[in-house]
Structures are given as C-alpha cells and as structure tokens.
C-alpha cells in the first residue's frame, strides 16, 4: 500500500529543494527511494531510513560518513 503518491513525493522534492539548497530524498515504507532531486536515486534503497526504522529514532550523518557509507541497490 502506497502511503505517498510518487507523484505527490515528486511534487514534494521539487518544490522543497526550490527552497533549500540541498538534496531531499523521500522513501517509502521499505526504504526504497521514492522521489529524489537525485533522479539516479530514484528505486535504490536509502541506508539511512533502514538504521532509522530499526533503532525508531533520528539517525543523523555527517559528511565523513556519507562518503564512506556503501551503496545499495
């Protein structure tokens, strides 16, 4: 079951990263990128959200990190 549109979450990212000057990723329940002002994005899994959703709570990453942090597909 879709919580969010992929069209209202492209809506969403477009008109947010009008207004911030950084990248917004928005994923659906199984941490699959749905919307992504990165288009290659777009169908990946987000690793952030999977550590989010087991620990229920922030999980924040700084640059070194990001970096360093695998990609999963």
Do not use: P, W
Not at 56 to 61: A, C, G, L, R
């Amino acid at each position: 079951m879709d919580f969010l549109s992929k069209e209202l979450a492209k809506s969403i990212v477009e008109k947010t990263m009008n207004v911030v000057d950084y990248n917004i990723n928005i994923m659906n329940e199984n941490c699959v990128i749905i919307a992504s002002g990165n288009k290659e994005r777009i169908g990946t899994i987000h690793e952030g959200s999977i550590i989010v959703l087991q620990r229920k709570s922030e999980f924040n990453v700084d640059e070194n990190e990001r970096r360093t942090a695998s990609k999963v597909s």
